[in-house]
């Protein structure tokens, strides 16, 4: 983690957010101690989210037709009548 003074971080701000942009976090220092930080944001969006669940169900499920009659009879029912 890169440590900078809050004047050198406002003159070479444009620098830094790079910086973080590629990962890094950068831990703002004012007359020696640390007053804050910058992180990046990891943080997906729902979209991304959903097209990641969706890539781990890919291959996992079974594509048929559901409308068309199995060769078995239908009894759930055998017992009511």
Do not use: C, F
């Not at 973080?20 to 910058?38: D, F, M, P, S």
């Amino acid at each position: 983690m890169n440590s900078v003074n809050v004047t050198e971080l406002r003159q070479h701000l444009p620098d830094y957010l790079k910086q973080v942009q590629q990962g890094e976090e950068i831990a703002i220092t004012l007359h020696g101690k640390t007053i804050a930080r910058i992180v990046p944001d990891h943080r997906e969006s729902k979209r991304e989210a959903a097209l990641k669940r969706l890539e781990a169900l890919r291959g996992t499920v079974i594509v048929g037709d559901i409308l068309a009659p199995l060769d078995e009879e239908w009894t759930a029912d055998a017992d009511n009548l």
